[in-house]
């Protein structure tokens, strides 16, 4: 059974850096074809693309966030892990990682349920 | 970076009814178009993939088509569980990029 599921702070100072985790079980991080993205949702807005890493540790970011934006891996854990610096206020979401797979690369088949981030002092 | 505008933001119809929702991309790409249904306080969920293939387990009410800049998703009737939001993801180039959504709501 895929699982997907993040985790981290609910809430972060303004200019502080989150970091949120996605333990993910069911598949192997290091599979070909495979890969986890990290998308946000403001509250009542649109979905956001962050950025993906590839099983062979490459990643792609938002042109937006790609100076605040760093995506890891620790394939041991199982884990991938999200680190934005500089929050601020608009930086208020929920944060999704989803992973992208098999017959359906690179889009998004499973998602993790999601976690709400509040960036206020 | 390739913008993906919906059309309209909101559809206002009933039970039984027909929905076509649109997606339009700022350059072509090709048929690498998915589109995703999301209930409010859910995940969202992956219905149609490069443009006209459903998804495992999704109904055949659900059908999409297009290719280059214009796409189409098509509800053929109308069930209480398909009143939600869609959004539209291209993977044609990277940043992967999402539409704005288009709601479909209870008339």
């Known amino acids: ?121 | 970076e390739i913008v993906l505008t919906q059309s309209p933001a909101t559809l206002s119809l009933s039970p039984g009814e027909s929905a076509t929702l649109s997606c339009r991309a700022s350059q072509s790409v090709s048929s690498y178009l998915a589109w995703y249904q999301q209930i409010p306080g859910q995940a969202p969920r992956l219905l149609i993939y490069d443009a006209s293939n459903r998804a495992t387990g999704i109904p055949a009410r659900f059908s999409g088509s297009g290719s280059g800049t214009d796409f189409t998703l098509t509800i053929s009737s109308l069930e209480p569980e398909d009143f939600a939001v869609y959004y539209c993801l291209q993977r044609n180039s990277w940043p992967l990029t999402f539409g704005g959504g288009t709601k479909v709501e209870i008339k």
């Open chain 1, 1 to 121: 059974q895929v699982t997907l599921k993040e985790s981290g702070p609910v809430v972060v100072k303004p200019t502080e850096t989150l970091t949120l985790t996605c333990t993910v079980s069911g598949f192997s991080l290091t599979n070909a074809r495979m890969g986890v993205s990290w998308i946000r949702q403001p509250p009542g807005k649109a979905l956001e693309w962050l950025g993906h890493i590839f099983a062979n540790d490459a990643k792609s970011y938002s042109p937006s966030l790609k100076n605040r934006l760093t995506i890891s891996k620790d394939t041991s854990k199982s884990q991938i892990v999200l680190t934005l610096t500089s929050m601020d206020p608009v930086d208020t979401a929920t944060y999704y990682c989803a992973r992208s797979s098999g017959a359906y690369y690179p889009y998004f088949d499973y998602w993790g349920q999601g976690t709400l981030v509040t960036v206020s002092s």
